[in-house]
């Protein structure tokens, strides 16, 4: 019975493999159907992970057919014989196939199996047997898939304000990449940024609504932030933490990888440890010492082991600090380029020319102001200079003298500070007079604050810069903004 079974097989195989593609064009219509309905679905409605929803259609269908080829409708040994006699075997496969599974046979059968044997040793049926396909809903599924795929290139159905500000923002990220040096990138770096730019345009082109377009934006912020921290050297950063007690713009501009702060602020380090005592230094010895433990750079690593030496023995600091000036500095210039370019593409990505920009934000954070004593105004939102004598008031928003608009300050300016009365939070209760009712008292809400007292800008400037850097931490606000809001007060400073 094995050997029958075993010179039979390959017709067997193959009148599987037929079944199987049989079932497979019909199952393939329907799988077909649904992804051409899956993305003739997303041109108009937000389809998360398309590609995915399209292969779980095709892999039904395959399990689909598998099941019904091997478990509905599986191919029997008796249906394979019946094959083979219909191509030549002349009712000889059938009828070995019954004998052999009886167990005494007479001489007539014993023949007769003989018989069937032979035949079935000369003759290949696999080789004379031709597939019989459905070939229409071959041609049928073919086509859906191709249609499918030539749907999958078709614009998507959007809102107008949508396709603005995504346009927008593609335009402003071509800009970037024009600008950006990416020769100066390694290999890891460009595939990473490249990589980067690429998901933030093609989700900014299959985004359906504005809100999700936004997400995409965000989504990308958030990424090259990542990606940002990520090139900057793990031993700077370590470095920063130990120094940030003593210089806190030394550990920031090291914490961002600045190359060329780290290297001006490394000189100016060198009176601050020129001030400090033995017991100081050797405490900051100490610290240098468990951070240069856990590095990796060797050249920065015996930089500041010599650094560690000298303020353990009171020696002379000057060269010392000058070779891990050098050596930090180097330190941070690797994957500089890259983060020079994430920065500008944050940047671009932050501006809001293709938003509709509310009312009270549509001068650059200036505020709305009541025109009041010595034509000078308050904002709830942060102060608005205008008026007399070049005076000026800072805030979250941009000062104004006159008509035009301005940064910086001058020495002697003079500004109110944020007075505690009537400012924001604030209720101020207003006792009435009797009445034939009774008395009645009013409280009031107030959201604006009161001019304090007048002070150099010098001594009020810090005061505005804390409350602004409050307010955007605790707020939600597009990514990419607190740098910007930063930098202006930056600008205040100078």
Same mark, same amino acid.
């Given at each position: 019975?094995?050997?029958?079974?075993?010179?039979?097989?390959?017709?067997?195989?193959?009148?599987?493999l037929e079944?199987?593609?049989?079932?497979?064009?019909?199952?393939?219509? $329907?799988?077909?159907?649904?992804?051409?309905l899956?993305?003739?679905?997303?041109?108009?409605v937000e389809?998360?992970?398309?590609w995915l929803?399209?292969?779980?259609?095709?892999?039904?269908?395959l399990l689909?057919?598998?099941?019904?080829?091997?478990?509905?409708h599986?191919?029997?040994?008796?249906?394979?014989?019946?094959?083979?006699?219909?191509?030549?075997g002349?009712?000889?496969m059938?009828?070995?196939?019954?004998?052999?599974?009886?167990? %005494?046979?007479?001489?007539?059968?014993?023949?007769?199996?003989?018989?069937?044997?032979?035949?079935?040793?000369?003759?290949?049926f696999s080789?004379?047997?031709?597939?019989h396909l459905?070939?229409?809903a071959?041609?049928?599924?073919?086509?859906?898939?191709?249609?499918?795929?030539?749907c999958s290139?078709?614009?998507?159905v959007?809102?107008?304000?949508? /396709?603005?500000?995504a346009?927008?923002?593609?335009?402003?990220?071509?800009?970037?990449?024009?600008?950006?040096?990416?020769?100066?990138m390694?290999?890891?770096?460009?595939?990473?940024?490249?990589?980067?730019?690429?998901?933030?345009?093609?989700g900014?082109?299959?985004?359906k609504t504005?809100?999700?377009?936004k997400?995409?934006?965000?989504?990308?912020?958030?990424?090259?932030?990542?990606?940002?921290?990520?090139?900057?050297?793990?031993?700077?950063?370590k470095?920063?933490?130990?120094?940030?007690?003593?210089?806190?713009? #030394?550990?920031?501009?090291m914490?961002?990888?600045?190359?060329?702060?780290?290297?001006?602020k490394?000189?100016?380090?060198?009176?601050?440890? /020129?001030?400090?005592?033995a017991?100081e230094?050797?405490?900051l010895a100490?610290?240098?010492g468990?951070?240069v433990?856990? #590095?990796?750079?060797?050249?920065?690593q015996?930089a500041?082991?010599?650094?560690?030496?000298?303020?353990?023995?009171?020696? %002379?600091?000057?060269?010392?600090?000058?070779?891990?000036?050098k050596a930090?500095?180097?330190a941070?210039?690797?994957?500089?380029?890259?983060?020079?370019?994430?920065?500008?593409?944050?940047?671009?990505?932050?501006?809001k020319?293709?938003?509709?920009?509310p009312?009270?934000?549509?001068?650059?954070?200036?505020? +709305?102001s009541d025109?009041?004593?010595?034509?000078?105004g308050?904002?709830g939102?942060?102060?608005?200079?205008?008026?007399? /004598?070049?005076?000026?008031q $800072?805030?979250?928003?941009?000062?104004?003298g006159?008509?035009?608009?301005?940064?910086?300050h001058?020495?002697?300016e003079?500004?109110?500070?944020? /007075?505690?009365?009537?400012k924001s939070?604030?209720?101020?209760?207003?006792q009435?007079?009797?009445?034939?009712n009774?008395?009645?008292?009013?409280?009031?809400?107030?959201?604006?604050?009161g001019?304090?007292?007048?002070?150099p800008?010098?001594?009020?400037?810090g005061?505005? +810069?804390?409350?602004? #850097?409050?307010?955007i931490?605790?707020?939600?606000?597009p990514?990419?903004?607190?740098?910007?809001?930063?930098?202006?007060?930056?600008?205040?400073?100078q």
């Amino acid at each position: 019975m094995k050997k029958f079974q075993e010179l039979l097989r390959p017709l067997g195989r193959k009148i599987v493999l037929e079944r199987f593609l049989a079932w497979l064009f019909y199952f393939g219509i $329907g799988g077909g159907a649904g992804c051409l309905l899956a993305v003739l679905f997303s041109k108009w409605v937000e389809v998360p992970m398309l590609w995915l929803v399209c292969v779980v259609f095709l892999i039904l269908s395959l399990l689909a057919s598998l099941c019904c080829t091997f478990l509905v409708h599986p191919v029997h040994m008796k249906e394979t014989a019946e094959k083979a006699d219909a191509l030549g075997g002349a009712e000889r496969m059938i009828t070995t196939l019954e004998l052999l599974e009886k167990e %005494d046979w007479n001489p007539v059968e014993r023949l007769a199996v003989a018989d069937g044997m032979q035949k079935a040793e000369e003759t290949d049926f696999s080789k004379q047997y031709k597939l019989h396909l459905p070939k229409k809903a071959g041609i049928c599924a073919l086509v859906l898939l191709v249609l499918a795929g030539a749907c999958s290139f078709l614009p998507v159905v959007r809102e107008k304000e949508t /396709s603005t500000y995504a346009k927008a923002k593609l335009e402003r990220i071509e800009q970037v990449k024009e600008e950006t040096q990416q020769e100066d990138m390694t290999k890891e770096e460009k595939k990473a940024f490249t990589e980067v730019l690429h998901n933030l345009e093609k989700g900014l082109k299959k985004a359906k609504t504005t809100e999700r377009a936004k997400e995409v934006v965000q989504e990308t912020q958030k990424e090259m932030k990542r990606l940002e921290k990520k090139s900057i050297s793990p031993d700077l950063r370590k470095l920063a933490e130990t120094l940030s007690p003593y210089d806190k713009d #030394m550990a920031k501009a090291m914490e961002n990888g600045k190359a060329e702060e780290i290297a001006k602020k490394w000189e100016q380090l060198a009176s601050l440890l /020129s001030s400090m005592t033995a017991e100081e230094k050797a405490a900051l010895a100490e610290k240098l010492g468990e951070a240069v433990e856990a #590095m990796s750079d060797e050249e920065l690593q015996k930089a500041l082991e010599e650094l560690e030496e000298l303020l353990k023995n009171n020696g %002379d600091l000057e060269k010392a600090l000058d070779k891990v000036g050098k050596a930090a500095q180097k330190a941070a210039s690797k994957g500089n380029a890259m983060r020079v370019g994430l920065q500008k593409a944050n940047t671009a990505l932050a501006q809001k020319g293709a938003e509709p920009v509310p009312m009270e934000s549509q001068n650059s954070g200036q505020g +709305k102001s009541d025109q009041g004593q010595s034509g000078q105004g308050q904002s709830g939102q942060g102060q608005s200079g205008q008026g007399q /004598s070049g005076q000026r008031q $800072g805030g979250n928003g941009a000062g104004a003298g006159g008509r035009g608009r301005g940064f910086g300050h001058g020495e002697h300016e003079k500004v109110f500070t944020r /007075s505690a009365q009537g400012k924001s939070g604030t209720d101020v209760q207003l006792q009435g007079t009797d009445t034939e009712n009774g008395s009645y008292t009013t409280t009031e809400q107030r959201i604006t604050g009161g001019n304090g007292e007048v002070l150099p800008f010098g001594e009020v400037y810090g005061q505005y +810069k804390n409350e602004a #850097m409050t307010a955007i931490e605790n707020q939600e606000i597009p990514y990419g903004m607190k740098e910007l809001v930063s930098d202006y007060f930056s600008v205040l400073e100078q």
